[in-house]
């Protein structure tokens, strides 16, 4: 166990997640301040302890980031190894480069910035610069004035994967209420689509979840709705994450075909059998092989493939084989997930391990060289907290093929209007506003608001979901 004591509590969050940081697998604890103590201090379990005092004058942005830099040294030194993100905590740092590029910055002038002022590796500091130029690229097709994207979520699966800590439940539990809950949805997406006439989606995604855990004919019933009170023509991209490989029939697939979706998931997230079985997916490696090729032969042309690096007992040779029987197969487009263990998750509450930092360093870089093999370039990035080993997700994809969903929900350029149980609406305002329930007025042009978590305070509650909703849209 860690325990950390700060000053200041508005420092707390840096120097905790940076902490998590250099040591992922171990608990670590607050200590209350105390006036007369070092302004931040960890103690280790070892005895040993690091302490820092902060930088004279006020603590804003930049004072922040030099205590950053400060802590991130000591912390180094200790552990011995480096960050690939150096002192940055935050899942988009993608953001930055975006920042920096419509501010016309030169190439080389943001990648020596990144490295000195956050202590990004060369390789990170690259890659967010190229993200962030295709991001640049496919965000200009959006219609900024009459367009949002609209995410819709089914939070069935047929067993939950011991990693997971989406709010999603096994079916078997919920079959008798799925009806009921697709009611619930229903009704959220009628209040919707009245406040958005005259509006259009430009990108509908639909995940969970697992939405192909729904019957052929719910899926087909749901479907219907939103073709019915969204304008779906001429979307830039419509999703359904089908998601695991047990739950995809022909029947299904067709469904979603006849509804002009144009893009889906397969999602392996491993093709190891010992690894499926021992984080509770209950499907075969073939079961993907069988399921990919049949959505390839009724002719769905951008496929998406997810995988983890990190899942408990797998080394760089597991990643090897995983990424060749997934080349032999050629998806459109790939999501390499460094393993994210959160506290909801069974895999946090068991004695499973995930991937030390330089086994994941290493399944990643032989996923980026199996990317590019594959004529794959990589296209969004994003981070999680408790990520193992300080590393990201990245989305590689076709030229053509990149999810420009995917893009929406890091970059928030646009309102993405959300739907289900879990489910959390980000709502671009037209003009700053203080920000809901912040005690110092902090001005934001972002709402966030999040649907209950648990099935069945949705369906209870749905009233209360749109109306939260209500206020703010179209502002």
């Given at each position: 166990?860690?325990?950390?004591?700060?000053?200041?509590?508005?420092?707390?969050?840096?120097?905790?997640h940076?902490?998590?940081?250099?040591?992922?697998?171990?608990?670590?604890?607050?200590?209350?301040?105390?006036?007369?103590?070092?302004?931040?201090?960890?103690?280790?379990?070892?005895?040993?302890?690091l302490?820092?005092?902060?930088?004279?004058?006020?603590?804003?942005?930049?004072?922040?980031?030099e205590?950053?830099?400060?802590?991130?040294h000591?912390?180094?030194?200790?552990?011995?190894?480096?960050?690939?993100?150096g002192?940055?905590?935050?899942?988009?740092?993608?953001?930055?480069?975006?920042?920096?590029?419509?501010?016309?910055?030169?190439?080389?002038?943001?990648l020596?910035?990144?490295?000195?002022?956050?202590?990004?590796?060369?390789?990170?500091a690259?890659?967010?610069?190229?993200?962030?130029?295709?991001?640049?690229?496919?965000?200009?097709?959006?219609?900024?004035?009459?367009?949002?994207?609209?995410?819709?979520?089914?939070?069935?699966?047929?067993?939950?994967?011991?990693?997971?800590?989406?709010?999603?439940?096994?079916?078997?539990?919920?079959?008798?209420?799925?009806?009921?809950?697709?009611?619930?949805?229903?009704?959220?997406?009628?209040?919707?689509?009245?406040?958005?006439e005259?509006k259009?989606?430009?990108?509908?995604?639909?995940?969970g979840?697992?939405?192909?855990?729904?019957?052929?004919?719910?899926?087909?019933?749901?479907?219907?709705?939103?073709?019915?009170?969204?304008?779906?023509?001429?979307?830039?991209?419509?999703?359904?994450?089908?998601?695991?490989?047990?739950?995809?029939?022909?029947?299904?697939?067709?469904?979603?075909?006849?509804?002009?979706?144009?893009?889906?998931?397969?999602?392996?997230?491993?093709?190891?059998?010992?690894?499926?079985?021992?984080?509770g997916?209950?499907h075969?490696?073939?079961?993907?092989?069988?399921?990919?090729?049949?959505?390839?032969?009724?002719?769905?042309?951008?496929?998406?493939?997810?995988?983890?690096?990190g899942?408990?007992?797998?080394?760089?040779?597991?990643?090897?084989?995983t990424?060749?029987?997934?080349?032999?197969?050629?998806p459109?487009?790939?999501?390499?997930?460094?393993?994210?263990?959160?506290?909801?998750?069974?895999?946090g509450?068991?004695?499973?391990?995930?991937?030390?930092g330089?086994?994941?360093?290493?399944?990643?870089?032989?996923?980026a060289?199996?990317?590019?093999?594959?004529?794959?370039?990589?296209?969004?990035?994003?981070?999680?907290?408790?990520?193992?080993?300080?590393?990201?997700?990245?989305?590689?994809?076709?030229?053509?093929?990149?999810?420009?969903?995917?893009?929406?929900?890091?970059?928030?350029?646009?309102?993405?209007?959300?739907?289900?149980?879990?489910?959390?609406?980000?709502?671009v305002l037209?003009?700053?506003?203080?920000?809901?329930?912040?005690?110092?007025?902090?001005?934001?042009?972002?709402?966030?608001?999040?649907?209950?978590?648990?099935?069945?305070a949705?369906?209870?509650?749905?009233?209360?979901?749109?109306?939260?909703?209500?206020?703010w849209?179209?502002?």
């Amino acid at each position: 166990m860690i325990r950390i004591s700060c000053r200041d509590e508005s420092y707390y969050y840096n120097a905790y997640h940076m902490v998590k940081a250099f040591f992922p697998g171990e608990e670590v604890v607050s200590l209350p301040g105390e006036k007369a103590s070092p302004f931040v201090r960890a103690d280790f379990a070892d005895g040993s302890s690091l302490s820092l005092e902060a930088p004279a004058g006020v603590l804003d942005g930049a004072a922040k980031r030099e205590l950053d830099r400060d802590w991130y040294h000591l912390l180094a030194k200790k552990t011995e190894r480096k960050l690939p993100w150096g002192i940055l905590t935050g899942v988009r740092p993608t953001k930055l480069a975006m920042q920096k590029r419509q501010e016309n910055w030169e190439k080389d002038v943001f990648l020596e910035w990144f490295e000195k002022e956050y202590l990004v590796s060369k390789e990170k500091a690259l890659l967010a610069w190229e993200i962030a130029g295709r991001e640049e690229r496919l965000l200009r097709r959006l219609d900024p004035e009459k367009g949002f994207s609209l995410y819709v979520g089914i939070p069935f699966c047929p067993t939950v994967c011991s990693y997971c800590s989406f709010s999603s439940g096994s079916l078997l539990d919920w079959k008798d209420r799925v009806d009921d809950y697709l009611q619930a949805l229903m009704r959220e997406l009628s209040f919707l689509s009245e406040r958005c006439e005259g509006k259009k989606p430009d990108a509908v995604y639909i995940g969970g979840g697992t939405p192909t855990s729904l019957s052929a004919l719910q899926l087909e019933r749901l479907l219907d709705d939103i073709a019915d009170k969204f304008d779906c023509r001429n979307l830039l991209e419509y999703t359904v994450e089908a998601g695991r490989p047990d739950t995809i029939t022909e029947e299904k697939l067709k469904v979603i075909q006849e509804h002009g979706i144009t893009r889906i998931s397969v999602n392996p997230q491993t093709m190891q059998q010992k690894t499926l079985d021992l984080v509770g997916r209950k499907h075969t490696v073939q079961d993907t092989v069988e399921a990919f090729e049949k959505a390839r032969r009724l002719g769905f042309d951008n496929i998406n493939m997810d995988l983890i690096a990190g899942l408990p007992g797998e080394d760089a040779k597991d990643m090897q084989d995983t990424l060749g029987k997934i080349e032999a197969l050629g998806p459109d487009s790939l999501t390499v997930h460094a393993l994210a263990i959160k506290r909801a998750a069974r895999m946090g509450r068991e004695d499973q391990k995930a991937g030390t930092g330089d086994e994941i360093a290493d399944m990643t870089k032989e996923a980026a060289l199996a990317a590019e093999r594959m004529g794959l370039e990589p296209y969004y990035l994003y981070r999680q907290k408790n990520i193992a080993g300080n590393f990201e997700n990245v989305g590689y994809a076709k030229v053509d093929k990149a999810g420009i969903y995917n893009i929406l929900i890091m970059e928030e350029k646009q309102t993405i209007l959300a739907a289900g149980a879990g489910a959390s609406s980000k709502i671009v305002l037209k003009k700053p506003c203080p920000m809901p329930g912040s005690r110092k007025k902090k001005m934001t042009n972002l709402i966030r608001i999040e649907n209950v978590k648990a099935i069945d305070a949705y369906i209870d509650r749905i009233d209360e979901m749109t109306e939260r909703k209500g206020e703010w849209l179209w502002r």
